[in-house]
T-cell receptor, first 114, second 109 residues
Framework: DGGITQSPKYLFRKEGQNVTLSCEQNLNHDAMYWYRQDPGQGLRLIYYSQIVNDFQKGDIAEGYSVSREKKESFPLTVTSAQKNPTAFYLC?????????????FGEGSRLTVL | GIQVEQSPPDLILQEGANSTLRCNFS?????LQWFHQNPWGQLINLFY???GTKQNGRLSATTVATERYSLLYISSSQTTDSGVYFCAVPNSGNTPLVFGKGTRLSVIA
């Protein structure tokens, strides 16, 4: 089935450790995104990519890094520089240019930093 | 950047009741989507509706782009409709969607 797969669904890490969240899509979408959601809040954009080997910072990029080496994959690394990393992370993709096509989400990854 | 305001922030309904959720945005847009986030966190696409009216079963949506608002109608609500409803629009041109803070809906049997 076509869709977006995020892994892991749940992740616990000690403070100071880097963590990489995986996002893979088989929808042949050009644009991919990472959003962060805190409890009871809306979604905030971390990074997005419109094409392979290119990505742009969103509203809250500090403490995060991404890569886009393949069209299907857009991993997010939460670095030790991120001050409040505990959150729900959502990966999404859309056809066409960013913001123009319909946006689809993966099931999310819950990160808890102890 | 564009501002997205959703109302009401919270809504409690008896099963079978109807409701209207509103999304106001501060600038003209060429894309608007409604999502439902279920209690497990999954975001489900409801409507891609930059303008006009669409219906899908008990749900329908209307966007009046010239007046910068969209409405989501839920008829004959069911407990499975519970969750948070988000609307989202692009910040400007070809930029990623900006989300409102959502409307939290609780449907009680």
């Amino acid at each position: 089935d076509g869709g977006i797969t995020q892994s892991p669904k749940y992740l616990f890490r000690k403070e100071g450790q880097n963590v990489t969240l995986s996002c893979e899509q088989n929808l042949n979408h050009d644009a991919m995104y990472w959003y962060r959601q805190d409890p009871g809040q809306g979604l905030r954009l971390i990074y997005y990519s419109q094409i392979v080997n290119d990505f742009q910072k969103g509203d809250i990029a500090e403490g995060y890094s991404v890569s886009r080496e393949k069209k299907e994959s857009f991993p997010l690394t939460v670095t030790s520089a991120q001050k409040n990393p505990t959150a729900f992370y959502l990966c999404a993709s859309s056809g066409g240019q960013a913001g123009t096509g319909e946006l689809f989400f993966g099931e999310g990854s819950r990160l808890t930093v102890l | 950047g564009i501002q997205v305001e959703q109302s009401p922030p919270d809504l409690i309904l008896q099963e079978g009741a109807n409701s209207t959720l509103r999304c106001n945005f501060s600038d003209s847009v060429n894309n608007l989507q409604w999502f439902h986030q279920n209690p497990w966190g999954q975001l489900i696409n409801l409507f891609y509706i930059p303008s006009g009216t669409k219906q899908n079963g008990r749900l329908s949506a209307t966007t009046v782009a010239t007046e910068r608002y969209s409405l989501l109608y839920i008829s004959s609500s069911q407990t499975t409709d519970s969750g948070v409803y988000f609307c989202a629009v692009p910040n400007s041109g070809n930029t990623p969607l900006v989300f409102g803070k959502g409307t939290r809906l609780s449907v009680i049997a």
